[in-house]
C-alpha cells in the first residue's frame, strides 16, 4: 500500500493546513485530505509545489508498506 502524509513534513515546516492551502491554492478540505492521507492520487505538479513549500522531496511524503493484500496479488 502507498501512503502519502503531509504532516511530519508540515510539523518540521511548522506550517498549519490553512498556510500550506493558500500558499497551493487549494480549498482547505482538499488540503485537509492530502494531510491526512485521505487521497487516491496526486498531481505531479501539486506534488512539486508541495516539495517546493515545505523545502522536502516526494520520498518525505510517500511510502509503500507491504501488506497481505500485496503479498496475495504478488503469487
Known amino acids: ?6 504532516s511530519v513534513a508540515m510539523a518540521k515546516k511548522k506550517m498549519s ?3 500550506l492551502s493558500q500558499r497551493l491554492g487549494l480549498s482547505m478540505v482538499n488540503t485537509s485530505l ?4 485521505k487521497i487516491k492520487g496526486v498531481r505531479f505538479a ?14 518525505d511524503l510517500i511510502t509503500y508498506e507491504r501488506t497481505k493484500e500485496n503479498e496475495k496479488e504478488k503469487n
Open 17 to 19: 493546513v490553512t498556510e
Open 1 to 6: 500500500m502507498i501512503r502519502f502524509d503531509l
Open 46 to 59: 501539486t506534488l512539486d509545489k508541495i516539495c517546493q513549500i515545505l523545502d522536502c522531496t516526494p520520498s
Open 34 to 37: 492530502l494531510k491526512n492521507g
